[in-house]
């Protein structure tokens, strides 16, 4: 069974740019969570996606945007970076709802120059 | 929004002696759920333990358990026969049963196992 992964591992973007990160659900899995988790700081949640809908927002602004595909990999886009942007961004998918266990990829380093 | 508290920004133990990892939260409601996740150096964060809020009785998990106090929002990690393994980031994290399938993670404790 596959786990969780993401890709890329690291990414350098300048502040504007916009930038996508990928993320491939565990098999089985239909829930996918995105977390953006700060140096020293623990993950904070961004969106989650449930069968190809959103399905719960955090406190982040528009130009945090996400997908859903067919077999339950996600995408996060990032419009126009800010510096503070830089982060691990944490993906975790679920075997369902309600979310009682969640199972994380290894995250990608970004860092907005 | 719930918010999750973890005082201890950095713990370190001796190798199989027992560390207990502290958290506390805040909430007005009843049902809901808690985790321990461990982050190692490698960055996967991976499940350690679980507990209903509505279950008495403390989760254990071989060398980890949990002390949960309901009525004083606490929630603490006991880890016993610390081993080099061990060491890592800990968050504590609270997902509401009933409004959403968010999870507010504390900012974490770094544990270091002493040999």
Redesign the interface.
């Known amino acids: 069974e596959t786990g969780v992964t993401q890709s890329p591992t690291h990414l350098i973007k300048t502040r504007g740019q916009q930038v996508t990160l990928r993320c491939s659900s565990q098999s089985g899995h239909n829930?996918v969570?995105w977390?953006q988790q700060a140096l020293?700081?623990?993950?904070?949640?961004i969106f989650?996606y449930?069968r190809e809908e959103e399905?719960?927002r955090?406190?982040f602004p528009p130009r945090f945007s996400g997908l859903q595909f067919p077999n339950y990999s996600s995408e996060l886009n990032v419009n126009a970076l800010e510096l503070d942007d830089s982060a691990?961004y944490?993906c975790?998918s679920s075997p369902g709802?309600?979310?009682?266990?969640?199972?994380?990829?290894?995250?990608t380093r970004l860092t907005v120059l | 929004a719930q918010t999750v508290t973890q005082s201890q920004p950095e713990m370190s133990v001796q190798e199989a002696e027992t560390v207990t990892l502290s958290c506390t939260y805040d909430t007005s409601e009843s049902d809901y759920y808690l985790f321990w996740y461990k982050q190692p150096p490698s960055r996967q964060m991976i499940l350690v333990i679980r507990q209903e809020a509505y279950k008495q009785q403390n989760a254990t998990e071989n060398r980890f358990s949990v002390n949960f106090q309901k009525a004083a929002k606490s929630f603490s990690l006991k880890i016993s026969d610390s081993q080099l393994g061990d060491a890592a980031m800990y968050f504590c994290a609270y997902r509401s049963a009933n409004t959403g399938n968010q999870f507010y993670f504390g900012t974490g404790t770094s544990l270091t196992v002493i040999p």
Not at chain 1, 40 to 45: R, Y
């Open positions: 829930t969570s977390y020293g700081q623990g993950p904070q949640f989650q449930y399905n719960g955090g406190n691990l944490l975790a709802q309600p979310l009682n266990e969640q199972f994380f990829g290894p995250g």
